[in-house]
């Protein structure tokens, strides 16, 4: 980074040595600087598909900002690659098994597929919506119901924000609760002028996801299985 100041008969600029934590490339330069290039120099190969992703050997490092995840079926393989980290001056804290990672809870039992869940954001939304105790439904949305604008319609009595709400269950939707992708798409289409059918169908889902409040993402890697996929 660089500072000017222009004078009567000159510039001077000051050249910014160090990156300093607060400015608004900071996080980009420790990213590319120490991290990318600390992981390369103990053997790790960014992935090309997505940049916060690296492989050595049988071992997977995923990371966000300064947050990461080892994974692994080899236990010493990890230790090492987190001391050798540590032996080039990364500060890393072990916590251990991982039991929640970015608000995403993961529900490990040996024997048993592992479930990712989000009861806490879900716990949030059913805050925000205001919503009664004990009012539970069994679907995401009605059967066979699409929303329309319906212009003619009362506008949204503004119980709750909407807007706000939608953006949460997006980000549910993407990470732990495929199964309303369709009904948080459809009400995410009236978010500029929502009406009032709009406001019912998001507390209808609401009473869903009480439901499913617990509920999430298996996994259970079976080497004999595979995809199969066919167009849309």
């Given at each position: 980074?660089?500072?000017?100041?222009?004078?009567?008969?000159?510039?001077?600029?000051?050249?910014?040595?160090?990156?300093?934590?607060?400015?608004?490339?900071?996080?980009?330069?420790?990213?590319?600087?120490?991290?990318?290039?600390?992981?390369?120099?103990?053997?790790?190969?960014?992935?090309?598909?997505?940049?916060?992703?690296?492989?050595?050997?049988?071992?997977?490092?995923?990371?966000?900002?300064?947050?990461?995840?080892?994974?692994?079926?080899?236990?010493?393989?990890?230790?090492?690659?987190?001391?050798?980290?540590?032996?080039?001056?990364?500060?890393?804290?072990?916590?251990?098994?991982?039991?929640?990672?970015?608000?995403i809870h993961l529900c490990q039992t040996p024997g048993k597929p592992t479930k990712?869940?989000?009861?806490?954001?879900?716990?949030?939304?059913?805050?925000?919506?205001?919503?009664?105790?004990?009012?539970l439904k069994c679907t995401p949305t009605l059967s066979m119901r699409i929303l329309?604008?319906?212009?003619?319609?009362?506008?949204?009595?503004?119980?709750?924000?909407?807007?706000?709400?939608?953006?949460?269950?997006?980000?549910?939707?993407?990470?732990?609760?495929?199964?309303?992708?369709?009904?948080?798409?459809?009400?995410?289409?009236?978010?500029?002028?929502?009406?009032?059918?709009?406001?019912?169908?998001?507390?209808?889902?609401?009473?869903?996801?009480?439901?499913?409040w617990n509920e999430g993402i298996i996994l259970d890697p079976q080497s004999e299985?595979?995809?199969?996929?066919?167009?849309?």
């Open positions: 980074g660089v500072m000017t100041q222009k004078g009567d008969s000159q510039t001077h600029v000051l050249k910014l040595m160090k990156n300093i934590y607060g400015q608004k490339q900071a996080g980009h330069v420790w990213n590319t600087t120490y991290l990318v290039k600390g992981l390369k120099q103990i053997g790790f190969k960014q992935s090309t598909v997505d940049e916060c992703v690296f492989y050595c050997g049988k071992t997977i490092f995923a990371c966000y900002v300064d947050n990461g995840i080892f994974a692994g079926p080899d236990l010493e393989d990890i230790e090492q690659s987190i001391h050798q980290l540590r032996e080039h001056g990364f500060h890393i804290e072990d916590k251990g098994d991982i039991k929640d990672y970015l608000g990712l869940f989000q009861p806490h954001l879900i716990d949030q939304l059913i805050s925000d919506v205001h919503l009664p105790a004990n009012t329309q604008c319906n212009e003619d319609e009362p506008d949204f009595d503004g119980c709750f924000h909407y807007c706000s709400v939608i953006g949460k269950l997006n980000f549910l939707e993407k990470s732990t609760q495929p199964d309303i992708a369709y009904v948080v798409h459809q009400c995410a289409h009236f978010c500029e002028h929502p009406k009032q059918s709009h406001g019912d169908a998001v507390i209808h889902l609401m009473k869903y996801l009480a439901a499913m299985k595979s995809f199969k996929v066919f167009v849309d």
